[in-house]
């Protein structure tokens, strides 16, 4: 039995992130669209993981504009 | 293999969902009360001004000198903030930003929740909300 995990990132200047484990990359892109339509967000951008890990473990440092 | 999606939604609150909008007050440490339809300054001097609510502090009970005004823009209901900011760490703006980024992170939870996550970790940072939710799959 395996497990989904899900990390939001919220911020202040109405940016949201997500990242969903756990799936092949195109469930995982659905999966957070839905949750950002449901929150009434548009996606901006879609990245996979490892070209958002250049600053060493930290995803979001490489988001900040 | 999982990726990130970055998405961006308005930082006005526009049709606000009153228990989301009483949600996001609590996690910045404030409560609602709609019995109170006036905020007035911190000094006596200060001009009143009508409002659908005024905060009290969550801790304490006490009124704030912010009140919020549900406004109806054509179809659409705009929340506004008005009142005397001078004894927080916020400008009426940045409390706004504030309010926005609590409002839409309370809005992700319940839609997470409604779809069976459990959240674990919640970590609030000065200018991003960080949630971590997991379900057995």
């Known amino acids: 039995m395996g497990e989904k995990r899900i990390t939001v990132i919220t911020k202040d200047t109405g940016e949201i992130l997500t990242d969903r484990d756990g799936y092949h990359g195109s469930v995982c892109a659905k999966e957070s669209e839905l949750l950002m339509q449901a929150i009434g967000g548009h996606v901006v951008e879609q990245k996979f993981k490892p070209e958002y890990y250049e600053d060493g473990d930290n995803p979001v440092s490489v988001l900040q504009q | ?137």
């Open chain 2, 1 to 137: 293999m999982s990726n990130w999606l970055r998405a961006q939604v308005s930082t006005e609150i526009k049709n606000p969902s009153r228990d989301l909008f009483d949600k996001a007050l609590d996690d910045m440490g404030f409560v609602p009360d709609y019995s109170e339809k006036t905020v007035h300054g911190a000094y006596s001097f200060e001009a009143s001004e009508p409002v659908d609510c005024v905060l009290r502090d969550k801790n304490s009970n006490a009124l704030t000198t912010i009140g919020f005004t549900f406004n109806k823009v054509g179809e659409e209901i705009v929340l506004s903030v008005s009142g005397d900011f001078y004894n927080l760490r916020y400008s009426g703006q940045e409390f706004m930003k504030k309010l926005g980024m609590f409002y839409n992170h309370e809005n992700a939870r319940a839609h997470l929740e409604e779809q069976g996550y459990t959240i674990e970790e919640v970590e609030v940072k000065e200018h991003e909300i960080v949630m971590v939710g997991r379900m057995a799959a």
